[in-house]
């Protein structure tokens, strides 16, 4: 098991909110291959929370089936942590097939940037990113959101020694043959509150130069979306709640796109704005 070192430890405060980022960049990138695995104290008190390892696995299933596969898969650690996935009942393979539902385990659910992380969905305590290879030595076997992506993000929720549970994010590239996967960053909400994918981080929200054109903010009144460059197309806008629930949504057709709030509820509110490949959102307090 390779040691997890980190260089650059930031903490954001969102001040009107009360609500607290920690922010870790792992840096550089780490990149670990099959037999490897890593431990990521995810709020940095000493414990560990999610474990994730790389392993090539051969082995006949309870069906008879002989498999061959890569396969990365999460575990929690020291403590009570959970994974945002699902249960998958397609045909797939891994290092718990023995367990008590075989064949339908949990699939790891990839988030993009901006995403929410809210209320209690389908959390589960292992969570399978990718798996590639063979079933009965000529049938492809590629399995999983993560497969072949750059840099998406496991989310979930922990419970730590004090009883004190908050939600949580890791910034992850995982190979095509599901043969590496890099550490890229990691992030958790320390106040409790929601929290969205890759929140805290300091460049993950201007990726790319798109994004650095656009501009959301809030004013008493409305959302403005203002997008400052020519390919606004297949982009929409969306406010949720904290408990993840979509308030209102609204597909973009111009550059400047206002979203009235006047009639919603005193509280806090999340706007996100989200393309194919990139997004960006603000909390925000209705009072």
């Known amino acids: 098991m390779k040691k997890l070192y980190y260089s650059l430890l930031i903490t954001l405060l969102v001040g009107a909110l009360n609500a607290q980022v920690l922010y870790t960049d792992v840096a550089p990138d780490l990149t670990y291959t099959i037999t490897d695995s890593t431990e990521i104290d995810i709020n940095n008190n000493g414990s560990i929370d999610v474990r994730i390892y790389a392993k090539n696995l051969s082995y006949t299933s309870v069906l008879g089936y002989s498999i061959l596969t890569n396969s990365i898969y999460a575990t929690n650690g020291w403590t009570r942590t959970s994974f945002l996935s699902e249960r998958d009942s397609s045909l797939s393979f891994g290092p718990y097939e023995w367990s008590s539902n075989p064949y339908y385990y949990p699939k790891a659910t990839a988030l993009n940037y901006g995403d929410t992380i809210c209320g209690k969905p389908s959390w589960f305590l292992l969570a399978i990113l990718a798996e590639s290879g063979t079933i009965n030595g000529s049938t492809p076997h590629n399995y999983g959101e993560f ?54 981080s300091p460049t993950t929200s201007i990726k790319t130069n798109v994004m650095e054109s656009v501009e959301l903010n809030y004013n008493n009144e409305f959302i403005k979306l203002t997008i400052n460059h020519d390919d606004y197309s297949n982009g929409s806008l969306s406010i949720y709640d904290l408990n993840g629930k979509v308030i209102s949504n609204v597909n973009i057709i111009n550059k400047i796109t206002n979203l009235n709030t006047s009639n919603f509820t005193p509280g806090v509110y999340i706007a996100s704005y989200k393309t194919a490949t990139a997004g960006k959102s603000i909390k925000f307090l209705i009072q």
């Open 147 to 200: 497969l072949g992506v750059s840099h998406k993000y496991l989310c979930g929720w922990t419970i730590d020694s004090t009883n004190s549970s908050y939600y949580y994010w890791i910034g992850l590239g995982v190979g095509t043959k599901a043969n590496t996967f890099t550490l890229k960053d990691y992030g958790f909400e320390a106040s409790g509150a929601c929290l969205l994918a890759g929140e805290g």
